[in-house]
């Protein structure tokens, strides 16, 4: 642990928005050589501070030092010309390019005034390798999940030498072999002297990286402290402002031995369930009161399983049974209409409608399905959405925010607020979890073992699987796009047997 | 921020103020352009004269705004009342009385009918083809103005019918009917979006469409209903503009107006990409792209210029209510005064 | 030229027609009554009764369309190429590929701007500056006798008709110091604009005492404005248009116009004619002035019967 | 975790990448066929003439809907063209009847498109104004301009100019290639590099696939955004300079509506309006879709005004129906 000098020096900073104050007065210091985690609850002013610090936002007041100069950034190019790299928040890249451009654009090798095409997948697919990623550096981006594209933004930031990375939420839908690969990138940057400010919701990932973390609540500087001085529970307690304890109890959801007696008629059946190119036919039950949870590498499938089941795509083989009777389920609206909700793991291209406000994003699911001549009553409205935003603690606590304007977890659980206004049988939740702090991880987790205690059905996709194991009922394991088997849980399942399955493909 | 600050703030500040140096630089030029007398019961004057000839091109305007709303846009517009025109006047042509009540009627009927169907046409091919609105609707506008010579058989059809006249150039209490009609039909949409939860769902469907679909919302139903109505609204508009002159010019009736009413529906504030939608902002386009356009006539500027002052204008209006100059002025004050401050602590 | 060739397209009815004249005619659209009846006239004319292959085209008064059309023409190798330009210059490098092509070229209502006249064999059509003159010299006979404030509805600015049409009445009234023309703006030559036009002129004067519309169609948009103002059309204000297409003619005969100078559209026969003649290889007029009559009210009445559009 | 590790290559990619080329090859394919009803049922339709006419007759807009292209990809529009080719081509009237020589009217010629476009540019960009508002305010400045510089249209008899318009290779039966179509060609080459092979060319690219998402990724995407509609107003002012040599004038109705036909025929190609997606090569197909359709409507030759239209339009449908059944549907 060595006290380096400092490469930035973020000197009081206060960022305004029309309304909104979301930094205070905030310092923080980034030295050579040196992962510094800045840790926050959802809407502290993470992703604001590192805008605030790249020029995407020009701060009220305070001022940003770079390695010993003060600048004013004009913008994220600008940073990136004086060493600052960054990876933001949410995937932001051009899906309609190549992997290869997407990593190379700006940077790309050229001769004689033109992009070297071979010299720049060549290069691409060095990056890539790095990260252990294989794919095909000339293929289209949006054809890649988000992981691969949260993992193509990683290597755009690795193109130029950086003095600087900053790198806001790069694990939130990545699984563990990822983030131990991101890891080994990391350190191998730090130790060549790169100062690294990392924001993550995961503790162990911050307590396995970070040497220095700085705090924030509500737009406020709480303190600087040194990763090996501070212990979780004093971090969680800086962070909410709550003790650990109150946390743990959330944490420990009360799992429930086998809900659903095997003779029972499941909820939901899906048989031979398949669409071409995207998951070979699968059966899956779900009985209601049930977690039924999806494991899996990145790209094995999960998400297109649990698109088939919502009618968000079109199955071109086998059926689907609720109740035991065959329901065809040809679009979205179909299914919610059986009450049966997805909720997206995109939740800025597929989920949200980010010009519209808080309440409308909530009550949209709702309205659509009563349809648009009876409009919810005002009164009915303002009360669910109270509810939710209660339930939810979504900040800020103003339904007339444009849901464009929150922060990550709280818009992801604006999201959920909206499934679960329309009171689902069948709710699929891919990635709920993604980009949201531990308390509200843990609210979110305790919501669901609620839900189905109270007889929802739930298909719970996450990249944790600790999370998966913790929750569902049983598991469904997925590899290579193709349902490879089944585990009953029960508390002397681990995680290893999960694993054992991903990895031979054989039900223990 | 102070209570002018705020009036200054808002969106359709800029485009009133236009609205208001139009009307006074009119006033100034003339001053009986503000008198209004009243003959036979009737109210006239110059205003009054405005809110006649803005009113077909209002209607267009709603209903183009509800297409912008959903990411669309509307190209046949002025083929659609061209279509309006010639269904409307070659029927109570071929009554055995053009004057009854009855044969007006049925020729309304009618033309709204077939409106409608172009709509469905329209609707059609963007909501269940997935052709991009400006070809789709390109191919209703090219052809639209051909089947209208079709039915007129490329003659300009002239009719006398005052019951049919009176939707142009009647008079209800003592105010133009197009005007009245144009009222309605605004307050009828406004209803519609503002007090159902179309409003709400046309929005969604525009900002981002597949999340509106996950979410359950039947998009394509909804985008299909936005050109009918586009197309109905055009097609009551199409019916104004032959009875004000009694004549259906497949050729010239309506021409560019698809331009104005988008033009209307952008300084009203509506983005073209989509979503939020402001019908108090179309109105207040409308009533802009109308003045601007008598202005012309009044001041007896040379044709030539036309173009050019309509040009100053809308750039002007433009200009003022970008937000981007405004962020711009704000974000130079900010800088100034954090500079200041960094200034005095280094100083210190 | 070759007549064995003649286009004989897939859709030419009934075998062998190498003895039709193939004419191709691109026409400038369709914007106008008088054009409607323009094309009707050469239609029923130049059929195949009497001896023709018609190609017709369209250019919906876009001048790349028209020249499109004229070199589709020769590449068909038609016999007779004839047109109404819709703008005046501009032609050249076409006509050059048709005299190249040896297909002599016939225009007709329009003339076209070139320096080189041998590149059409003739022009059939109306002369505009007369047709002005004469509706200003009948103003300045009939009603100038005392002050008048007189407004122009103008056709579509910088069309060869309207300037014709303006400049025309310009010499013709220049003289006659009672008459003053107070305002003139463009109408289009369309109804609805020539009412809005006409709303405006009589929202900024009082003191009008005629209009001179460039067209009929605008003439009646502004009699619907003069009605709908409260005043009488062909009393209070007198109206005096170029055209007499039917619309026109019943006004004048109703009384709500006052003079009509007649422009007359059907070029059909003239056209048959002097195509017959320049494919026989007869030389012909190199400018044919169609006959235009003039109406007032009374003559009006009299035609009305008879007129065919 | 060992077992864990690695991201699985994705089945099935090269298929995907294909896709992107699936709209332009569909307009080839349409085009192709209207080629070949047309030739079965018109003599002399498949001909080198004809053929060389098509490019001929619409060499200008190929122009135009080169220029086009750069814009919309970005997710804008530009309406001045048509305007813009008119004021081009009076301008260039004017000045050779002042007697400037060519060597400068051509350059000013094609300037006076530079600088509408970037006024338009600084207008989407620096204030924000909607590119169809802005193009639209730049159509009525330009068409304004053109009344006041000549309300009537003005013949160009320059020298030079005549010379440079009526250059021409003939060769074979029919075919023939002018001056007009070498520039359009010509442009169309520059445009494709620039597009595909220059870091300008694949920002517009990139703020197409999302503006935000592009200036996050650092890219100049202010000045991007202003070169791009200079690119559009260029190409109007070649596209006006190749129309002053096809029609050896200047008008100021010429090109009314032209900005709808580039439009046309840049989406027949298969761009998306909403940016990031398309190929210059497919706005050169769309030209000449839109060609054909004119071609065989004069073949035809025996339509009304009215049938002309409706035939066109239909046309233009069926045109566009096949296209999509070809590319197959897309899951929006
Ligand atoms: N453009 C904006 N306009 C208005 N408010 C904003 C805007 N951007 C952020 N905010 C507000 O600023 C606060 C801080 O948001 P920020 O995105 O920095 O949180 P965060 O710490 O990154 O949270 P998360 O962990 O959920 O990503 C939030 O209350 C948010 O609603
Ligand atoms: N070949 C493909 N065709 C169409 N879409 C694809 C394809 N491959 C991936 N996708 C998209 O990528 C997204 C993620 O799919 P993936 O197979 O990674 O699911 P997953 O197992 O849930 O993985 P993740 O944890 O990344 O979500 C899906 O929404 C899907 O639309
Ligand atoms: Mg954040
Ligand atoms: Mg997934």
Known sequence: MHDNEAVVELRGITVEFPGVRALDGVDLTLRRGEVHALMGENGAGKSTLIKALTGVYTPTSGRVVVAGSPVAFTGPADAQASGVSTVYQEVNLAPNLTVAENIMLGNEPRRFGAIDVRAMRRRAAELLARLDVHVDPASSLGAHSLAVQQLVAICRALVVDCKVLVLDEPTSSLDAGEVEKLFTVMRTLRDDGVAILFVSHFLEQIYAISDRMTILRNGRLVGEYRTADLPRRELVHLMIGSSFEDLEKLGDAPRREQAAADGAEPLFQAVALGRKGSIRPFDLDVHAGEVVGLAGLLGSGRTELSRLLTGTDRADAGKVLLDGRPVRLATPRAALRRKIAYSSEDRKAEGLVGDLTVRENIVLALQADRGWLRRLPARTVDEIVDRYIAALDIRPANPAALVRNLSGGNQQKVLLARWLATAPRLLVLDEPTRGIDVGAKAEIQRLVAQLAADGMAVVFVSAELEEVLRLSHRVAVLRDRVKVGELVNSDDVHLGDVVDLIASGEAS | ?348 | SSGAKAGDTGDAAGGSDGDLISIGFAQVGAESGWRTANTKSIKDTLTKENGFDLKFSDAQQKQENQIQAIRSYIAQGVDVIAFSPVVESGWDAVLQEAKAANIPVILTDRAVDTDDDSLYVSFIGSDFVEEGKRAGEWVSENLGTEPINVVELQGTTGAAPTIDRKKGFEEATKGNSNITVIDSQTGNFTRAEGKQVMESFLQAHDDIDLVFAHNDDMGLGALEAIEAAGKVPGKDIKIVTIDGVKDGMTALSEGKFNYIVECNPLLGPDLADIAKKVVAGETVEKRIVTKDEAFDQEGAKAALPDRQY | MGALAGVRPRAVRSFRLDRRYLPVLGTLVVLVLMLAVGGGRYDGFVSGRVISNLFLNNAHLVVLAVGMTFVILTGGIDLSVGAVVALSGIVAAVSFQAGLPAAVVIPLVVLVGSVIGLLVGVMVHVFGVQPFVASLAAMFLARGLCYVLAPESVPIRDESFVALSSWSVQFGDGWRVTSAVVIALVTLAVAVWVLQRTRFGRTVYAIGGGEQSARLMGLPVARTTVLVYVVSGTCAGIGGLLFAMYSRSGYSLTGVGMELDAIAAVVIGGTLLTGGTGFVAGSLLGVLVLGLIQTIITFEGTLSSWWTRIVIGALVLVFVVLQRGLMGRRTT
């Not at chain 2, 705004?65 to 309006?84: E, K, M, N, Q, Y």
């Not at chain 2, 052709?131 to 209208?148: C, D, F, N, S």
């Not at chain 2, 197009?178 to 209803?191: G, I």
């Not at chain 2, 050729?251 to 104005?260: K, P, R, S």
Request: charge should be positive; glycine fraction near 10%; hydrophobic fraction near 60%.
């Open chain 2, 1 to 348: 921020m102070t209570r002018v600050q705020a009036i200054v703030r808002h969106r359709l500040f800029w485009p009133v103020v236009a609205l208001v140096a139009l009307l006074v630089a009119n006033t100034i030029k003339n001053p009986t352009f503000v008198t209004l007398r009243v003959l036979d019961g009737h109210l006239f004057g110059a205003i009054i004269n405005l809110l006649r000839q803005g009113a077909p091109l209002l209607l267009v305007s709603l209903g183009m705004t509800l297409v912008i709303a959903t990411r669309g846009i509307d190209l046949s517009v002025g083929a659609v009342v061209a279509i309006a025109g010639a269904v409307g006047l070659a029927s109570v042509a071929g009554a055995p009385d053009p004057g009854s009540l009855g044969a007006v009627l049925t020729a309304f009927v009618l033309a709204l009918a077939v409106c409608v169907l172009a709509g469905m046409w329209n609707g059609f091919l963007v909501s269940v083809l997935g052709i991009q609105p400006i070809i789709a609707t390109l191919v209703l506008m090219t052809a639209g103005r051909g089947i209208a010579m079709l039915i007129t058989d490329g003659q300009i059809t002239t009719v006398t019918s005052a019951p049919y006249k009176a939707i142009g150039s009647g008079f209800w209490l003592g105010l133009p009917i197009p005007v009245l009609l144009a009222a309605a039909v605004m307050a009828a949409v406004a209803l519609l979006t503002r007090r159902t939860a179309l409003g709400l769902l046309v929005e969604s469907v525009g900002i981002n469409p597949e999340a509106s679909r996950i979410a359950g919302v039947g998009s394509r139903a909804i985008v299909w209903t936005v050109y009918v109505v586009c197309a109905l609204f055009a097609g009551l508009a199409g019916l104004m503009v032959s009875a004000d002159t009694m004549a259906a010019d497949a050729n010239n009736a309506g021409l560019f107006i698809e331009l104005d009413a988008i033009l209307a529906v952008v300084i009203g504030g509506t983005s073209l990409a989509g979503g939020k939608f402001s019908l108090s902002g179309t109105l207040v386009g409308v009533l802009v792209i109308t003045t601007l356009t008598v202005t012309v006539g009044m001041m007896s500027i040379s044709p030539s210029v036309t173009p050019l002052f309509k040009a100053v204008v809308v750039i002007a209006v433009c200009l003022a209510q970008s937000p981007a100059v405004r962020e711009r002025l704000a974000a130079r004050r900010r800088r100034a005064a954090s500079t200041a401050a960094a200034a005095a602590e280094v100083a210190a």
